[in-house]
């Protein structure tokens, strides 16, 4: 028994291993993408600057500041992207502790552990505080 478990525990240890490579390589591809994309404006933006006029220069400059407000964006999407799933889980975990029907479980549980289910005591989930 106590050997199963140290297998499952070596196996569960592999998975997560693997997993976090896989999201940490994910991220890593990602950002070294969004780098690219960013080099390939910039030049583009500086390979038109050279052939043109002051105002257009200028009309560069307002579609620039617009770019970079929306790189920043594309940024702060991704930092909410990877809390995410830790939020998720949060809200989850929050949710299976304060259910009303996982106190009951727990209750009769209990009750049962000690015998105490023939005595007349009834379980039932009170309305004051959802419990």
């Not at 569960?12 to 993408?33: G, H, I, P, S, V």
């Not at 996982?102 to 419990?131: K, N, T």
């Amino acid at each position: 028994d106590k050997e199963e478990e140290e297998e499952e525990e070596k196996k569960r240890n592999m998975r997560n291993m693997k997993n976090r490579r896989k999201t940490w390589k994910k991220r890593k591809r990602r950002t070294t993408m969004r780098r690219r994309t960013r080099r390939r404006r910039r030049k583009r933006r500086e390979r038109r600057k050279r052939g043109r006029g002051e105002e257009e220069e200028q009309e560069e400059q307002e579609e620039d500041v617009e770019e970079e407000a929306e790189e920043q964006n594309e940024e702060e999407e991704e930092e909410e992207e990877e809390e995410e799933p830790i939020r998720r889980k949060r809200q989850w975990k929050r949710r299976m502790t304060n259910s009303p029907g996982r106190v009951l479980q727990f209750a009769r549980r209990w009750c049962a552990e000690r015998g105490d289910e023939g005595q007349g005591r009834r379980l039932e989930v009170l309305p004051s505080d959802g419990r």
